[in-house]
């Protein structure tokens, strides 16, 4: 989910190729749920990893993946832990259900020289056992050799074939809004965020 965000990072590799890959040192990815009766809750994770490369410089695409741990998020409340992790998202079906990853990142027009913009990206997130494309706007800029992104990105959970989660009546909308914010700095991958 909130991983998707991350791909903006892939931004900084447009312009310093020489750099090799980029991979993600710090994340904070929240997943914002409303409610059907108003108000609504976070669903939050640092355990976003992952490297990419420059496929392209113009437009800005990379191959690679960026991953979040799905068994990491937490609401807060131990009870919708166990519900959103076992009875909606599925976890221990396996391959395809315990991370969220975002492929196949392609960034709209970011400064190469200085990476200091807004854009629009846009993946292809794999979600439980499901591909679709995502998009949404994204803000770069570059903090000495490492890239700071903010991304936000909907997923209409139906997409997804994720049930709309439900308890004693109250309910999770449709569709929730992925907030991500990464560091990536170049290098090979040193682990990512902490899990």
């Known amino acids: 989910?909130?991983?998707?965000?991350?791909?903006?990072?892939?931004a900084a590799a447009?312009?310093?190729?020489?750099?090799?890959?980029?991979?993600?040192?710090?994340?904070?990815?929240?997943?914002?749920?409303p409610l059907t009766v108003g108000g609504s809750?976070?669903?939050?994770?640092?355990?976003?990893v992952g490297t990419v490369v420059v496929a392209t410089s113009h437009?800005?695409?990379?191959?690679?993946?960026?991953?979040?741990d799905l068994r990491t998020l937490d609401t807060g409340i131990g009870m919708r832990n166990d519900h959103m992790r076992e009875k909606y998202l599925e976890l221990g079906k396996g391959d395809g259900f315990e991370n969220a990853v975002l492929s196949d990142i392609h960034l709209g027009?970011?400064?190469?020289?200085?990476?200091?913009?807004?854009?629009?990206?846009?993946?292809t997130l794999l979600l439980h056992g499901t591909k679709?494309?995502?998009?949404?706007?994204?803000?770069?800029?570059r903090v000495g050799s490492s890239v700071r992104i903010e991304a936000t990105f909907p997923v209409a959970l139906a997409d997804h074939g994720i049930p709309k989660p439900q308890y004693l009546g109250v309910g999770v909308k449709g569709e929730v809004q992925v907030k991500v914010s990464l560091v990536a700095t170049p290098g090979a991958a040193?682990?990512?965020g902490s899990r």
């Open 109 to 123: 027009e970011v400064d190469a020289e200085t990476f200091q913009g807004r854009t629009t990206f846009t993946g």
């Open 14 to 33: 447009t312009a310093l190729p020489a750099e090799g890959p980029w991979s993600v040192s710090q994340a904070d990815v929240r997943v914002l749920c």
């Open 132 to 141: 679709r494309r995502v998009t949404g706007p994204a803000d770069v800029r």
């Open 190 to 192: 040193n682990g990512g």
């Open 41 to 48: 809750f976070e669903a939050r994770t640092t355990s976003l």
């Open 59 to 68: 437009p800005a695409s990379f191959v690679g993946d960026l991953a979040v």
């Open 1 to 10: 989910m909130a991983l998707l965000a991350g791909l903006v990072a892939l």
